[in-house]
């Protein structure tokens, strides 16, 4: 390794939707050539939710596909599960002690979460940013491209990272996060005010980066707007139509005016179906993609454990230092 590092991840729960593809895994896209890159699937943080574990393996699985499948080459990036690199939980349970509990309780995914969970508000929840501060720090991360709802958790990790250097010495790299200009909030198409979530139970709020095509003009032709009628880009008063215009520049790659200007006037049904036939078109090589990978659970395992591999040297390396720092005694 000797580019700066990028680091992030997905927890397999639900589908990938839209809303991960635009703001996350489109940059991860760019950024393959001037960084060191590692993608895990966050398959520890899931578990703080109920999973049905057959469900959850083949989950799990296909995630892994639709990396592959979204064009991240594994000969440039490091791609792996999360609970095939042992130090992930090491490093979490070290940097636990270094975490307050008043931190952790703030948190709005926290929060959030423990609202919605409430016969389940487990340890895991309530310590999961600190399991992601242990995957960012693992590999010295400088920079984590992630969607707006995860600033938080980075500015945590940061916290973390620099109490546990002042207090031995420079140990981790401070990572910063790589947030979007545009697409780092991508809302529901069913409530344009909320974000789009990947385990939203109304299947018509989200749409999946493998879901056919049918099914997507379907999604967005229902898609909640408003009643004027307008193309027209304004968060604050029109927010499913900028959401749609939004998706609609991520996917089809032209800017926003472009498309006030070329749908002024012409309706919602027209640039709807105008927006969906955008990322139908887009996705066609991912879903492509994801058909002749999925299948293939041999090949998918090799590239699996030769991340694991590769994740679990850098990964033993920073554990072998932060052992040293608080004093662990060493065998050799
Ligand atoms: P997760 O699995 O919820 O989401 C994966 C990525 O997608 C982004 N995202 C969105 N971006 C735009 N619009 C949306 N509606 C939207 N929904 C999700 C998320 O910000 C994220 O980048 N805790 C993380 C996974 C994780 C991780 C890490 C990330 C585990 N370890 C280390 C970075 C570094 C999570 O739950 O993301």
Redesign the pocket.
């Known amino acids: 390794m000797n580019k700066p590092v990028v680091?992030?991840?997905?927890?397999p729960?639900g589908i990938i939707?839209i809303?991960?593809y635009?703001?996350?895994i489109t940059n991860w896209l760019k950024l393959a050539d001037d960084y060191d890159c590692i993608y895990?699937i966050?398959d520890l943080?899931a578990l703080t939710v109920r999973q049905v574990p057959s469900e959850y393996r083949q989950r799990a699985l296909s995630f892994f596909a639709q990396y592959l499948a979204c064009g991240l080459d594994p000969e440039k990036n490091i791609l792996y599960f999360?609970s095939h690199v042992h130090e992930h939980a090491e490093l979490s349970w070290i940097l636990n002690c270094f975490t307050y509990i008043g931190e952790m309780q703030r948190m709005t995914q926290f929060k959030d979460k423990a609202l919605k969970h409430q016969d389940n508000i487990n340890m895991g929840l309530l310590d999961?940013p600190v399991?992601?501060a242990a995957?960012?720090l693992l590999y010295q991360t400088a920079l984590?491209?992630?969607?707006?709802?995860?600033k938080q958790?980075l500015e945590i990790t940061r916290d973390i990272a620099v109490r546990f250097n002042n207090l031995y010495s420079p140990t981790f790299t401070v990572p910063e996060a790589y947030i979007p200009k545009q697409?780092?909030?991508?809302?529901s198409l069913q409530d344009p005010t909320a974000?789009?979530?990947?385990s939203d139970p109304d299947p018509n709020a989200a749409v999946s980066i493998i879901e056919d095509p049918d099914s997507i003009m379907r999604k967005f032709k229902r898609a909640v707007t408003d009643s004027d009628a307008e193309v027209r880009f304004d968060p604050e008063s029109k927010p499913g139509v900028s959401n749609l215009m939004t998706i609609m520049s991520e996917m089809g790659g032209m800017p926003i005016e472009e498309i006030e200007k070329n749908y002024s006037g012409k309706g919602y049904a027209v640039f709807k179906s105008a927006c969906a036939e955008a990322v139908i078109e887009h996705l066609k090589p991912v879903r492509e993609r994801y058909a002749a990978l999925t299948g293939d659970k041999e090949y998918l395992m090799r590239i699996a454990g030769e991340g694991a591999a590769r994740a679990s040297a850098i990964a033993g390396r920073t554990m072998a230092k932060v052992r040293r720092k608080v004093g662990l005694v060493s065998l050799k």
């Open positions: 680091y992030s991840g997905i927890q729960t939707t809303g991960n635009i703001g996350a895990g966050a943080h999360q999961y399991l992601m995957d960012i984590v491209p992630v969607g707006a709802d995860q958790h697409g780092a909030r991508v809302f974000k789009m979530s990947k």
